[in-house]
């Protein structure tokens, strides 16, 4: 009876402790099973991606359709390229689609916002969106309000 | 005269050094027998049940208390700092990284070595100075296979299970005291947790942090227990040194791993 208490214990600790493994994978970290071959590439060129990272939200009206994969620097057109998958669900995004690097909040994180333009043929794998609005920065927003108005007086 | 002391003094210090070398090779070959002399299932599994017990289901208690506090102290010193950027809702999002990442695993390291580990130390100690060893080895029963390696296994297995608990026990306590307590939106406590954790990189570098430390702890307390001075003087400097050891290894790993994880190259 003791031995049994024993085992009885030990596998309620095992199964707790495999539980709260499962939380932090489910609940947490937010894990979904969903496989990661529904989704497709796409790239954009911005003048200034300061603050965008990887794991960025790529979102349209608000909901999120797909994350930032990589960002590097164009050698050839001096901007920033980002890929972006995309959940293959959203597969009729027309070609003059504009991305914008947007801030959530004043301080908060940057994201991805796609809105749609009005073009018969759609984005496909690989495909580079060309309208694109760089991130805005503080820095330069004051700088320009005041030079203007400076430039008032 | 003063040559010669001169000498001497080369001479011991050299010596302790050989002894410090000595003694990390023979806790090496130690660990390789426990872990590769294991032939023949034979009755290991009950042992190992004992051991999980022991080892693993008696620390649920130390663990789930501890684990609560300082996921509570945690949300009210994040709420406190983020108050004043007013960005207290990102308060679940810190409370949830700060213990998957490095309190989770570290603190039941440490209560581990403190709980379990000098336990084991002063158990295999014992055993050792009241010659209970040599009689098994005297009736033909090997003593790293029927005592250190069922041990050994126990802390590999409960370790990451008792951080796993303790997470989530903490990012639970930390969520009443930052939603039901300080008021902050329950939506977006647990909303900013799920969007800035991700599996990977936090949650299985968290646990991938836990094996190796529950490696490092258990290891040492075992060895220090098996290779202790069978006195009951030695049996204590056994214990002291588990512990002091066992904690100093988990804090220096933890900063290497946690540069080769989180530290970008």
Redesign the interface.
């Known amino acids: 009876m003791r031995i049994r208490a ?2 009885i ?2 596998g ?3 199964l ?3 539980l ?2 499962l ?3 489910l ?5 979904t099973v969903a496989n990661s071959t529904d989704t497709y590439k796409l790239i954009a060129h911005f003048d200034n991606i300061a603050g965008l990272t990887t ?1 960025a ?1 790529v979102t349209m009206a608000g909901v999120a359709v797909g994350k930032v994969v990589a960002i590097d620097f164009d050698t050839e057109t001096y901007t920033g390229r980002v890929t972006m998958e995309v959940q293959s669900r959203v597969n009729n995004l027309p070609t003059d689609t504009t991305a914008s690097i947007l801030t959530a909040g004043l ?1 908060g994180e940057k994201y991805i916002s796609f809105s749609v333009g009005g073009e018969d043929d759609v984005l496909k794998d690989g495909d580079v969106i060309y309208d694109t609005q760089s991130s805005l920065v503080l820095e330069e927003l004051i700088g320009k309000f005041l030079m203007n108005s400076v430039n008032q007086d | 005269m003063v040559h010669k002391s001169f000498l001497d003094r080369i001479a011991l210090f050299g010596r302790s050094g050989l002894d410090i070398i000595e003694s990390m090779g023979r806790s090496l070959i130690f660990l390789w027998h426990v872990l590769i002399g294991r032939g023949g299932a034979g009755t290991g599994l009950h042992l190992l049940v004992k051991q999980l017990y022991s080892v693993g289901v008696l620390s649920l208690a130390i663990i789930i208390v501890s684990g609560l506090f300082i996921g509570m102290v945690l949300a009210l010193q994040g709420y406190s700092i983020l108050v004043d950027f007013g960005s207290e809702q990102a308060v679940g999002q810190m409370v949830a990284l700060t213990l998957l990442r490095e309190l989770g695993p570290v603190v039941t390291a440490l209560l581990f070595a403190g709980r379990a580990g000098s336990a084991l130390t002063a158990e295999i100690g014992n055993m050792k100075s009241t010659e209970q060893l040599s009689s098994l080895e005297m009736i033909g029963v090997d003593p790293l296979k029927y005592i250190i390696a069922p041990r050994l296994w126990a802390g590999f297995i409960s370790m990451p299970l008792l951080a796993a608990i303790f997470s989530v026990v903490g990012i639970w306590g930390g969520a009443m005291v930052a939603v039901d307590w300080l008021g902050v939106y329950e939506g977006s406590y647990w909303g900013n947790m799920i969007n800035s954790v991700d599996f990977y990189d936090d949650v299985l570098n968290g646990v991938i942090k836990s094996v190796v430390f529950a490696f490092v702890v258990t290891w040492v307390a075992v060895y220090q227990g098996y290779d202790c001075e069978p006195t009951s003087e030695g049996i204590s400097r056994a214990t002291t040194r588990t512990v002091v050891y066992a904690s100093l290894a988990v804090l220096g790993l933890d900063f290497i791993l946690t540069a080769l994880m989180f530290g970008d190259f």
């Open positions: 024993v085992e214990s030990v309620v600790f095992l707790a402790g495999i709260a493994l939380l932090l994978a609940r947490v970290s937010g894990l794991r939200k301080l």
